[in-house]
């Protein structure tokens, strides 16, 4: 995904933001100024862009039930939703858009739709002190924050009074794992989430019968005995529940159950 910060400084071009299809241009004396226009109108779309919500259901391995929902923003066109909050940091309002993001979530949590609601927050937007202020509302409301950016690992102590902010509000905290790591462990034993979620490669290996791992063993039984609820992402075959279960997986969620909403 191309954004604004994308320059090569020798030629003078800018290769601009995917999801409003600009296209690149060679620089000249006016480079400088042309971005700078650029870049002030796009700010400007994404700031009277209000996404609108997708409820992306979680269901309960076992009993079949579904327990919950993640929701996913959605923006006008066809790019995909990672390059707007992209394109927004690199402009330097990511935190606005993940806000609008947060309060339509919000709204659709004081509904009361049965089950926890998940929103996606990032390390930066969580430390943003308007932040608890629009997830409020949802105080002791099933919400469930989930947290992403794990590239910010090493800063995560700055998130611990956040982390305990939300706990007194009665918001539960997810994190998101991409592999059963030292890294993912260290995450875990810091944010004490409610509910760890396995990102889809990880789900995929899961689903191997042969993808034993002395790590993946150790992490699962971790989650199961200080009581976190693992949901894995990204399945699409009924086939591979009872893999999931066996291994102590609560839940999964993805392509198989997108119609259960």
């Known amino acids: 995904m191309a954004v604004f910060s994308n320059i090569d400084a020798r030629r ?30 796009f700010r400007e779309t994404l700031l009277n862009t209000t996404p609108s ?62 089950g926890f609601l998940g929103v996606n927050v990032s390390a930066q937007a969580l430390l943003d002190p308007r932040c608890i202020t629009e997830l ?24 611990r009074t956040k ?3 939300l706990r007194e509000l009665e918001i539960r905290i997810a994190v998101h794992v991409s592999e059963f790591s030292a890294d993912a462990n260290r995450l875990v034993r810091f944010a004490e989430p409610d509910i760890v979620k396995l990102n889809p490669p990880l789900t995929a290996a899961l689903e191997r019968p042969t993808s034993r791992s002395t790590e993946r063993d150790a992490f699962l039984t971790h989650c199961r ?6 949901v894995a992402v990204g399945v699409e075959r009924v086939g591979s529940l009872p893999m999931l279960e ?10 198989l159950f997108s119609n259960r909403t």
């Open 246 to 255: 066996l291994l102590g997986v609560d839940a999964a969620q993805g392509y």
């Open 53 to 114: 919500i997708a409820l992306d259901p979680v269901i309960h391995i076992e009993s079949g039930s579904r327990v919950g929902f993640e929701a996913l923003a959605r923006f006008p066109g066809t790019g995909p939703t990672d390059g707007w909050f992209e394109a927004a940091r690199a402009v330097g309002i990511g935190n606005d858009l993940e806000l609008k993001t947060i309060v339509q979530v919000v709204e659709r949590r004081t509904a009361r739709k049965p």
């Open 225 to 230: 005995h200080t009581g976190i609820f693992v």
């Open 163 to 165: 982390l305990d902010e």
């Open 136 to 159: 409020r509302p949802a105080a002791g409301l099933e919400l469930v924050v989930e947290l992403t950016d794990q590239t910010a690992l090493p800063k995560m102590s700055l998130l």
């Open 12 to 41: 003078g071009t800018v290769v601009a933001v995917h999801p409003l299809g600009f296209d690149e241009f060679d620089g000249s004396v006016r480079a400088d100024q042309d971005l700078d226009e650029r870049r002030e109108r």
